[in-house]
C-alpha cells in the first residue's frame, strides 16, 4: 500500500481548512491554488464563523495565532477607538437586524454575545484576514491550475494548466462552486448550477466615523428587509483604522425575471442603469435604507456576474473512488443562512478525522470517501434547501420572524466517534 499523500484542490476557506487539520496529525499533503497569493483575488464580504468555530479550536495546529484577534472584522476598530470597543464588546458585537421593509421597524435582533459558551458563540470575520489566518504554517503552490485527474486502484494523479502533474493517493476536489473536478467527476452536462435568484445588483458605499458609529449602534452586522418582491441585505465590508472610515455594502435580489422594473437586466447590467433598476425595484423601501442606494454612485456598483447559484448532488454516493468533493463544490447554496463556510469546514473536518483514523488503522485511505459522503452528502444537500427558504417569501415579516430558528438550525460540529466508524 502506498503510503498517504492528499491533494487538495483549491486553497480557498475548506481547502485551506484541511491544509491545517492535516498538518497537526502530520499527514502528507499538497494544496495547489490557482490564485497567485492569497490577496491576488478581492475576498468580498465578511462571513460569520458559527458552527464550525468548534472543529477550528479542536483540530487545528496549537502554533495557529488567535483567531479573533487576528481575523475579526471589528478588530482593528477595537483596538484604535476604545469608546467602539466597549460598544463592540458588549451588545452589538455580532447582530442580525430584520427590518419590516417598508416601515423600516425593527421586527427582530440577534446578538451573538448574548450567548458566550462555544456552541453558540460567533463572530464576523474578515475574509481576506480569515484566509490569510487559514494559511498560516501551509506549503501551498500558488498559480496551479488544475485541468483533469487520472484515477487508478492505487493512486490518483492531477494534470495543471503549466503541464506539469502530481501523484497522490487522495485527490480532494476544493476548487469551489464552479469546480472543473466536480465537471469531471459527476459527467460531462450532469452539473447545472441553478440560479437560486432572478437576478442581483450590489453596491459600496463610503461611511463616516459617525455613520458607522449610528450603524453599529443600531446593530447592523448585517440588517436584511424582505418584501414579497425583493430581499434587500446590507452590511459592513471593511473599516479603515488610518482615517475612520468604513465601506460598507447593499445588495438587492429577487425572483421574477419578467418584473418590467428590472426586466431589461443582465449580469452584465452596471453603473447607472443598475443602480437605477435597483431603485425602482425597491420604491417601497423605507428611506432610512433606501438611501444607502441613493448614496451610491455609479462608480460604486459592483460587478453583477456573482450570482446566487445553488447545486446539490441528488445521489448520496459520488462516483469517485479516490476522488471526492469538499465545499462549495460539493454544495454549492445562497448565502441567506449564512452557511456556505461553515458547512465546507464541517466537510474538511470530517474528512481529516477519518484520513488520521485510516492512517492509525493502516487501510488504504480511499476506503474513508464513502464514510465521509455518506455524511456530507445529506448534510450539504439539506443544508442548501434551508439557504434557499431563509431567502426570499411572499410574507415580508417570515424573515425577521425566523431569523433566530433559521441560525440555530442546522448542523453543529461534533468530533466523530471513530470508534463507531468501520473503515
Ligand atoms: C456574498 C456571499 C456571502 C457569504 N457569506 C457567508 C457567511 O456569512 N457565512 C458562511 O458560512 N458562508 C458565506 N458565504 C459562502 C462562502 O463564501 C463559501 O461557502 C465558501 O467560500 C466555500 O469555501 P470553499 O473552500 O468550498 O470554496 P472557495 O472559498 O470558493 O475556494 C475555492 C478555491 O479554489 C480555487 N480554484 C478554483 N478553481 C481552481 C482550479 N481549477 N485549480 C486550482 N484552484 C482552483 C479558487 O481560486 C478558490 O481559492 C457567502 C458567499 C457569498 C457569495
Same mark, same amino acid.
Given at each position: 500500500?502506498?503510503?498517504?499523500?492528499?491533494?487538495?484542490?483549491?486553497?480557498?476557506?475548506?481547502?485551506?481548512?484541511?491544509?491545517?487539520?492535516?498538518?497537526?496529525?502530520?499527514?502528507?499533503?499538497?494544496?495547489?491554488?490557482?490564485?497567485?497569493?492569497? +490577496?491576488?483575488?478581492?475576498?468580498?464580504?465578511?462571513?460569520?464563523?458559527?458552527?464550525?468555530?468548534?472543529?477550528?479550536? /479542536?483540530?487545528?495546529?496549537?502554533?495557529?495565532?488567535?483567531?479573533?484577534?487576528?481575523?475579526?472584522?471589528?478588530?482593528?476598530?477595537?483596538?484604535?477607538?476604545?469608546?467602539?470597543?466597549?460598544?463592540?464588546?458588549?451588545?452589538?458585537?455580532?447582530?442580525?437586524?430584520?427590518?419590516?421593509?417598508?416601515?423600516?421597524?425593527?421586527?427582530?435582533?440577534?446578538?451573538?454575545?448574548?450567548?458566550?459558551?462555544? /456552541?453558540?458563540?460567533?463572530?464576523?470575520?474578515?475574509?481576506?484576514?480569515?484566509?490569510?489566518?487559514?494559511?498560516?504554517?501551509?506549503?501551498?503552490?500558488?498559480?496551479?491550475?488544475?485541468?483533469?485527474?487520472?484515477?487508478?486502484?492505487?493512486?490518483?494523479?492531477?494534470?495543471?494548466?503549466?503541464?506539469?502533474?502530481?501523484?497522490?493517493?487522495?485527490?480532494?476536489?476544493?476548487?469551489?462552486?464552479?469546480?472543473?473536478?466536480?465537471?469531471?467527476?459527476?459527467?460531462?452536462?450532469?452539473?447545472?448550477?441553478?440560479?437560486?435568484?432572478?437576478?442581483?445588483?450590489?453596491?459600496?458605499?463610503?461611511?463616516?466615523?459617525?455613520?458607522?458609529?449610528?450603524?453599529?449602534?443600531?446593530?447592523?452586522?448585517?440588517?436584511?428587509?424582505?418584501?414579497? /418582491?425583493?430581499?434587500?441585505?446590507?452590511?459592513?465590508?471593511?473599516?479603515?483604522?488610518?482615517?475612520?472610515?468604513?465601506?460598507?455594502?447593499?445588495?438587492?435580489?429577487?425572483?421574477?425575471?419578467?418584473?418590467?422594473?428590472?426586466?431589461?437586466?443582465?449580469?452584465?447590467?452596471?453603473?447607472?442603469?443598475?443602480?437605477?433598476?435597483?431603485?425602482?425595484?425597491?420604491?417601497?423601501?423605507?428611506?432610512?435604507?433606501?438611501?444607502?442606494?441613493?448614496?451610491?454612485?455609479?462608480?460604486?456598483?459592483?460587478?453583477?456576474?456573482?450570482?446566487?447559484?445553488?447545486?446539490?448532488?441528488?445521489?448520496?454516493?459520488?462516483?469517485?473512488?479516490?476522488?471526492?468533493?469538499?465545499?462549495?463544490?460539493?454544495?454549492?447554496?445562497?448565502?441567506?443562512?449564512?452557511?456556505?463556510?461553515?458547512?465546507?469546514?464541517?466537510?474538511?473536518?470530517?474528512?481529516?478525522?477519518?484520513?488520521?483514523?485510516?492512517?492509525?488503522?493502516?487501510?488504504?485511505?480511499?476506503?474513508?470517501?464513502?464514510?465521509?459522503?455518506?455524511?456530507?452528502?445529506?448534510?450539504?444537500?439539506?443544508?442548501?434547501?434551508?439557504?434557499?427558504?431563509?431567502?426570499?417569501?411572499?410574507?415580508?415579516?417570515?424573515?425577521?420572524?425566523?431569523?433566530?430558528?433559521?441560525?440555530?438550525?442546522?448542523? +453543529?460540529? /461534533?468530533?466523530?466517534?471513530?470508534?463507531?466508524?468501520?473503515?
Amino acid at each position: 500500500m502506498p503510503p498517504t499523500k492528499v491533494l487538495i484542490i483549491g486553497g480557498g476557506l475548506s481547502g485551506l481548512a484541511l491544509g491545517q487539520c492535516l498538518r497537526a496529525a502530520n499527514i502528507d499533503f499538497e494544496v495547489f491554488e490557482r490564485d497567485r497569493d492569497e +490577496k491576488s483575488r478581492p475576498q468580498g464580504w465578511a462571513l460569520t464563523l458559527r458552527e464550525s468555530l468548534a472543529g477550528i479550536y /479542536e483540530l487545528f495546529p496549537k502554533d495557529m495565532p488567535p483567531l479573533e484577534e487576528s481575523t475579526s472584522l471589528f478588530k482593528d476598530l477595537s483596538a484604535s477607538d476604545h469608546d467602539l470597543a466597549g460598544l463592540l464588546s458588549k451588545k452589538d458585537k455580532v447582530s442580525f437586524g430584520g427590518v419590516l421593509y417598508n416601515t423600516g421597524e425593527l421586527l427582530a435582533e440577534i446578538n451573538a454575545s448574548e450567548r458566550n459558551d462555544i /456552541e453558540h458563540h460567533w463572530f464576523r470575520v474578515d475574509r481576506t484576514a480569515f484566509r490569510q489566518w487559514l494559511s498560516h504554517g501551509l506549503q501551498i503552490t500558488w498559480a496551479k491550475e488544475f485541468v483533469k485527474y487520472e484515477e487508478t486502484d492505487c493512486g490518483v494523479r492531477a494534470f495543471f494548466a503549466d503541464g506539469s502533474s502530481t501523484r497522490g493517493t487522495l485527490l480532494i476536489a476544493a476548487d469551489g462552486a464552479h469546480s472543473r473536478c466536480r465537471n469531471q467527476l459527476m459527467g460531462p452536462g450532469n452539473v447545472v448550477l441553478e440560479h437560486a435568484a432572478g437576478g442581483t445588483i450590489r453596491g459600496d458605499f463610503n461611511v463616516t466615523r459617525e455613520e458607522y458609529r449610528e450603524l453599529l449602534q443600531k446593530g447592523a452586522a448585517v440588517l436584511t428587509a424582505t418584501s414579497p /418582491e425583493y430581499h434587500f441585505f446590507m452590511g459592513p465590508r471593511f473599516f479603515s483604522n488610518k482615517d475612520r472610515t468604513g465601506t460598507y455594502y447593499w445588495a438587492v435580489t429577487w425572483d421574477n425575471r419578467d418584473d418590467p422594473r428590472i426586466k431589461a437586466w443582465t449580469p452584465d447590467t452596471h453603473g447607472d442603469e443598475a443602480r437605477q433598476m435597483a431603485l425602482e425595484l425597491c420604491y417601497d423601501l423605507h428611506p432610512s435604507l433606501r438611501r444607502f442606494i441613493e448614496q451610491t454612485s455609479g462608480d460604486e456598483l459592483l460587478d453583477s456576474k456573482v450570482q446566487l447559484l445553488q447545486w446539490a448532488p441528488d445521489v448520496d454516493r459520488l462516483p469517485g473512488r479516490r476522488v471526492t468533493l469538499m465545499g462549495d463544490s460539493l454544495h454549492t447554496m445562497t448565502p441567506f443562512k449564512g452557511a456556505g463556510a461553515n458547512t465546507a469546514l464541517l466537510d474538511a473536518f470530517d474528512l481529516a478525522q477519518l484520513i488520521v483514523h485510516a492512517g492509525e488503522k493502516g487501510v488504504d485511505v480511499s476506503k474513508v470517501i464513502p464514510v465521509y459522503e455518506a455524511t456530507a452528502v445529506p448534510r450539504g444537500r439539506e443544508t442548501k434547501e434551508f439557504s434557499k427558504s431563509a431567502s426570499l417569501q411572499p410574507d415580508p415579516t417570515h424573515w425577521s420572524r425566523t431569523m433566530e430558528k433559521v441560525f440555530a438550525a442546522g448542523y +453543529k460540529w /461534533e468530533k466523530l466517534d471513530l470508534e463507531k466508524v468501520a473503515i
